[in-house]
């Protein structure tokens, strides 16, 4: 029971132009999501964050959106850069069971030249 | 320290045999996690503690899986008879306490390459 979901496993995006990974996800008791990147040989680093209260978190270059109707959130990255380039997770959370994470399969990012 | 650091990063045994994987947390923090990550995954829970205690070990796949954190900070990861199918990444993190601030995001360690030959 995949409770979160990356349904594309690669995106290849060209330096200077928006990406955008998207994440779906089925329990409706997650109510913080994460988005986690991750490089060869590196343990996932946190990108940023977002509380179901809101329905959108800016920090620099990275917008997270979500939408509770769809249990849908993306993560927007503009202008992408070469390094950019990662594994990108998604993850949810239910502050009711501390800070366990549930995490998607990631999404593997190739910025171009 | 500084960050998550766990060992070894890499470790090649023979099925059947004993493993530990040893993760010390960021210096402060009382919860500590595992994971494990196999290809194409993402990382799965296995165990979470808040201090010394394993306060929630529902993703342990079975009995040969256990884990210690015996003094509130350093945890160890043991894996008895281990199968070639628990070849993976085993990934420790750690965060504040439970309300304190930055407590729902988890600082992982590189994580230990385990392969069962």
């Known amino acids: 029971d995949q409770q979160v979901k990356q349904n594309s496993p690669s995106l290849s995006v060209q330096e200077g132009r928006i990406s955008i990974l998207n994440c779906d996800y089925t329990?409706?008791?997650?109510?913080?999501f994460l988005w986690y990147k991750k490089y060869p040989a590196e343990g996932p680093t946190f990108l940023i964050s977002?509380?179901?209260?809101?329905d959108k978190n800016e920090d620099g270059r990275f917008t997270v959106f979500l939408n509770k109707s769809a249990k849908h959130l993306s993560l927007h990255i503009v202008p992408s850069q070469p390094g950019d380039s990662a594994v990108y997770f998604c993850?949810?959370?239910?502050?009711?069971?501390?800070?366990?994470?549930?995490f998607g399969t990631g999404t593997r990012l190739q910025v171009t030249l | 320290g500084a960050g998550v650091s766990q060992t070894p990063s890499n470790k090649v045994t023979e099925k059947g045999k004993y493993v530990e994987l040893r993760c010390d947390p960021i210096?402060?923090?009382?919860?500590l996690y595992w994971y494990r990550q196999s290809l194409g995954q993402g990382p799965e829970f296995l165990i979470y503690?808040?201090?010394?205690?394993?306060?929630?070990d529902s993703g342990l796949p079975n009995d040969r899986f256990f884990a210690v954190r015996p003094e509130g900070s350093v945890s160890t990861l043991k894996i008895q008879r281990t199968e070639r199918g628990d070849s993976a990444v085993y990934l420790c993190?750690?965060?504040?306490?439970?309300?304190?601030?930055?407590?729902?995001?988890?600082?992982f360690g590189a994580g230990s390459r385990l392969t069962v030959l």
């Open positions: 993190a750690s965060s504040p306490s439970p309300g304190r601030s930055g407590a729902n995001v988890l600082t």
């Open positions: 329990n409706s008791m997650f109510d913080y």
């Open positions: 977002i509380s179901s209260i809101k």
């Open positions: 993850a949810a959370g239910d502050t009711g069971t501390a800070s366990k994470l549930t």
């Open positions: 210096s402060g923090h009382t919860a």
């Open positions: 503690f808040q201090g010394t205690g394993a306060a929630d």
